[in-house]
């Protein structure tokens, strides 16, 4: 087990900075030519074009900690890039982004699949568990302008703006806080809904995740972020996850080097949140969370779909624990999924029952009603 502040975990480099001076890695990984016992490790990916620039920053950053493996790439339609007619939230599949790329990864087809952790439910396949958080890009909601609105903001369109947005916790919030604009489903890729928006008359703007814009090198585009007294984000957005088989341990060892500690405490607690809310793209939940000076803050809402009626509160822990050689009968725990060798397990126990007490503290004050209601109307529409 790698010390705290190791550069890598377990595969190709010694665990002091590596090398082929280090120890050796062969007793773990026998290796001929290339790879895993000379093959390829192959990494699966849908195929937008912005799933491909995430996976390959990932594969990017694995080829610089292990040079002596040869990674290749498989990119896949899947469910939720093939129905572009339909809402999201309509469709009823928990898994739209992932089902195909799980079914590959079950039959060894693939070794690791890179994905936007929120496109991740919080209760994994059996079999299943994400391997690795990496850092988190900035998780919050950006506005998209029409050209022809370059240089405003929500608040200064004119009545009756109709805003492009598929994500009901988006809509949710921003009708709430902007009543004089109208919100419209869009659907497609980043490249697809923003050739909707300048092409085309029929939005005033989109809303998008920054860290989509940031990743595909249009951050110029951003004509507005939204903080958290605007927009409070999605659960899991702005990471990028690395799911993996649970009982390989070799490929569980190898990506555990790509966790980042704050990102996985933040992640854990959110998903501990939704998942206790029995929350989902059917309804609208929302989160944001900051960790600072060894202290988790997370702060969780639910809304109607007009957003006349929500909730939100926040809560804090700490998570400021040392680490521990934790080998042994718990080494592979999971916590909403998630599998953190490197982290510390009373911290991430801590993150987890962070989300667990929010969550129980809104439905509490009421929010099962909420949003059984919301799923409700969203199913009648």
Same mark, same amino acid.
């Given at each position: 087990m790698a010390e705290p502040g190791a550069a890598v975990v377990g595969l190709g480099r010694a665990e002091s900075g590596g090398g082929p001076d280090g120890a050796d890695a062969d007793s773990l990984l026998p290796q001929e030519e290339n790879?895993?016992?000379?093959?390829?490790?192959?990494?699966?990916?849908?195929?937008?074009?912005?799933?491909?620039?995430?996976?390959?920053?990932?594969?990017?950053?694995?080829?610089e900690l292990y040079p002596d493996l040869h990674f290749e790439i498989v990119a896949m339609s899947t469910t939720g890039d093939k129905i572009l007619d339909t809402a999201l939230s309509k469709i009823g599949e928990k898994s739209l982004f992932t089902k195909e790329l799980e079914n590959a990864l079950e039959r060894n087809e693939v070794d690791l699949v890179v994905h936007s952790l929120k496109d991740l439910p919080t209760s994994l396949p059996p079999g299943f568990?994400?391997?690795?958080?990496?850092?988190?890009?900035?998780?919050?909601?950006?506005?998209?302008?029409?050209?022809?609105?370059?240089?405003?903001?929500?608040?200064?369109?004119?009545?009756?703006?109709?805003?492009?947005?598929?994500?009901?916790?988006?809509?949710?919030?921003?009708?709430?806080?902007?009543?004089h604009l109208e919100f419209r489903d869009i659907r497609g890729n980043l490249n697809t809904r923003l050739k909707?928006?300048?092409?085309?008359?029929?939005?005033?703007?989109?809303?998008?995740?920054?860290?989509?814009?940031?990743?595909?090198?249009?951050?110029?585009?951003?004509?507005?972020?939204l903080g958290p007294e605007d927009c409070l984000y999605a659960v899991g957005q702005g990471a990028l996850a690395?799911?993996?088989?649970?009982?390989?341990?070799?490929?569980?060892?190898?990506?555990?080097?790509?966790?980042?500690?704050?990102?996985?405490?933040?992640?854990? /607690?959110?998903?501990?949140?939704?998942?206790?809310? !029995?929350?989902?793209?059917?309804?609208? &939940?929302?989160?944001? %969370? +900051? @960790?600072?000076?060894g202290q988790l803050y997370l702060t969780g809402a639910v809304y109607s779909l007009d957003g006349s009626d929500s909730l939100k509160e926040t809560m804090q822990t700490g998570v400021s624990y040392p680490y521990q050689n934790e080998d042994g009968p718990n080494d592979d725990?999971?916590?909403?999924?998630?599998? /953190?060798?490197?982290?510390?397990?009373?911290?991430? !126990?801590?993150?987890?029952?962070?989300? &667990?007490?929010?969550? %129980? +503290? @809104?439905?509490?004050?009421?929010?099962?009603?909420?949003?059984?209601?919301a799923r409700q109307l969203n199913d009648a529409h």
């Open positions: 790879g895993v016992d000379g093959r390829a490790i192959r990494v699966g990916t849908r195929r937008s074009q912005l799933a491909r620039i995430q996976t390959d920053s990932v594969v990017t950053t694995l080829r568990t994400i391997g690795a958080v990496c850092k988190r890009e900035n998780p919050l909601d950006a506005v998209v302008f029409h050209p022809k609105n370059c240089g405003k903001t929500l608040s200064v369109l004119p009545e009756k703006s109709v805003i492009g947005t598929s994500s009901l916790r988006r809509a949710a919030q921003l009708k709430k806080k902007f009543p909707k928006l300048d092409e085309k008359e029929d939005f005033s703007a989109i809303i998008l995740a920054a860290a989509g814009l940031k990743r595909m090198g249009w951050e110029n585009r951003i004509g507005q972020l690395v799911e993996v088989r649970a009982k390989d341990q070799e490929i569980l060892n190898m990506v555990s080097a790509l966790h980042d500690a704050d990102t996985v405490l933040c992640c854990i /607690a959110e998903r501990a949140f939704m998942k206790h809310l !029995e929350g989902g793209c059917s309804v609208p &939940v929302a989160v944001n %969370s +900051l @960790l600072k000076d725990v999971q916590h909403v999924g998630i599998t /953190a060798k490197n982290v510390p397990g009373q911290a991430q !126990e801590a993150a987890e029952n962070l989300g &667990v007490e929010l969550a %129980s +503290l @809104l439905l509490s004050k009421g929010a099962k009603h909420i949003l059984s209601v």
